[in-house]
């Protein structure tokens, strides 16, 4: 993941309760919890200031969002926004 840039890092949870990592462009494919604390963590350790911004699909439980915000702030984030749309 391209960690340099001012490209926010966006992460998704959708419906079924799956997380997928964006950076600037459409994200590939599902990946596990352990998976995003990993990569979150790296691109914090990298680069501290990262933009994070999460993503819930509109039929998405919001105890799914907090879930995801709370691994987030556990991988590092000082803070995490929301998207809306």
Do not use: C, H, W
Request: charged letters at 25%.
């Amino acid at each position: 993941m391209d960690t340099q840039d001012n490209e926010p890092v966006i992460v998704t949870v959708d419906k079924e309760g799956n997380y997928y990592i964006d950076v600037g462009g459409d994200p590939a494919e599902a990946v596990s919890e352990e998976v995003v604390f990993e990569r979150i963590s790296k691109v914090l350790a990298t680069n501290p200031k990262k933009l994070l911004l999460v993503r819930g699909d509109k039929g998405v439980d919001y105890e799914a969002v907090v879930v995801l915000m709370t691994l987030l702030q556990d991988a590092g984030a000082p803070s995490v926004g929301l998207v809306t749309e």
